[in-house]
């Protein structure tokens, strides 16, 4: 089974980091989110300070982990990557953040996982450039203050929504990101294809683009799997009719949903007659969990008009009916 996952798998880091955008220039799409970043960095840049922290939040696959890498290549710091599920210990956070020098860009992915003395700890870091650190236990313990120089924190989440409010507060900049047009995902595939010596023709490059769920990191992955079919069956370029016959062979339908989207369709037209059903539920019946469902397929699948959330739970839109090739009963929204 071919897994088109917007997630990243390890095997592909290194091709992933061959293809990132190196600045902002080489940042495809997001217009908005790179005007306002812009914005910020010159703004800084001029007063000789740190930025301020910036909050990036959208599906993956997106870019954001680009977009914190640029944003340090911008300023010319070093950066710092971590996630918040590493972050368990507020101890391994202190340890980081007292190691950083000045300016410096400290990156943390799936920031809304961070563990809560962890997240305590980065209020205080975030907003005095400091730290409490905590040394022996009971009544015994004291706290001791530590100076951190001034950094900048670049937070990624795929759900804005539960960050808790006081971490959200103490970011200077949000930016969402959008998933991607088919254009922009053009031209995301045209550089990934020069860069990786591959003859992609325009029609290719369409077909791939309309397939790739909105998302640049799908869009290379898939780019890759039409290569192999292109070099193994025909005469390695990459036209229209070799990318239809890859994508046909990898099982990617003509939305470009995936073996998980798709589960989630039938599920929810098949199992519960359409919804409304509750997303806990509609993951069980997957046998995903219920964060992955929604943080992985249902942005796209609302963003692709096929899938509704109502107050009442998920809702299978007539376009999801026929896709699926059935006939939508007649209360289902348009
Ligand atoms: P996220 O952190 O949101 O999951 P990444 O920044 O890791 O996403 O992006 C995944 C891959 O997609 C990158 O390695 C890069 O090749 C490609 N990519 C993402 N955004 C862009 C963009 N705006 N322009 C060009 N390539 C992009």
Redesign the pocket.
């Known amino acids: 089974e071919t897994q088109l996952s917007p997630l990243?798998e390890p095997a592909e880091r290194d091709d992933?980091s061959t293809?990132?955008?190196r600045d902002l220039h080489?940042?495809?799409?997001?217009p908005r989110v790179r005007e306002q970043l812009q914005l910020v960095l010159q703004g800084a840049t001029r007063r000789g300070a740190p930025p301020d922290h910036v909050l990036l939040s959208?599906p993956?696959?997106?870019?954001?982990?680009?977009?914190a890498m640029i944003i340090a290549a911008e300023l010319g710091r070093p950066i710092r990557i971590t996630s918040g599920p590493a972050l368990e210990r507020a101890g391994d956070l202190a340890a980081m953040l007292s190691n950083l020098a000045e300016g410096e860009v400290m990156f943390i992915?799936e920031i809304h996982r961070i563990a809560r003395p962890a997240e305590e700890m980065l209020y205080l870091a975030m907003e005095d450039f400091r730290v409490d650190v905590v040394v022996g236990k009971g009544p015994g313990a004291t706290s001791i203050p530590l100076e951190i120089a001034p950094f900048t924190l670049v937070g990624?989440t795929t759900r804005s929504g539960t960050l808790t409010g006081p971490l959200r507060d103490r970011f200077g900049f949000t930016a969402h990101?959008e998933f991607y047009t088919p254009e922009e995902l053009e031209q995301?595939l045209r550089?990934?294809a020069r860069i990786l010596g591959i003859e992609l023709r325009d029609d290719g490059a369409a077909e791939i683009a309309s397939r790739s769920r909105g998302t640049?990191?799908i869009a290379?992955r898939l780019l890759r799997r039409v290569r192999d079919y292109a070099e193994v069956r025909a005469d390695g370029r990459v036209d229209l009719a070799v990318a239809q016959a890859a994508l046909a062979v990898y099982d990617v339908d003509d939305l470009g949903l995936d073996r998980l989207d798709r589960a989630v369709l039938s599920a929810l037209v098949r199992s519960f007659g359409g919804g409304p059903v509750g997303v806990a539920t509609l993951a069980v019946a997957v046998g995903e969990e219920p964060t992955t469902v929604e943080e992985v397929c249902e942005p796209y699948l609302v963003r692709a008009g096929m899938l509704a959330r109502t107050p009442r739970g998920r809702v299978a839109t007539a376009l999801a009916w026929s896709h699926l090739g059935l006939t939508a009963p007649a209360d289902a929204p348009g």
């Open positions: 990243a992933e293809l990132r955008p080489e940042f495809v799409g997001q959208g993956p696959g997106l870019g954001k982990t680009s977009l992915d990624a990101m995301v550089r990934s640049p990191r290379n």
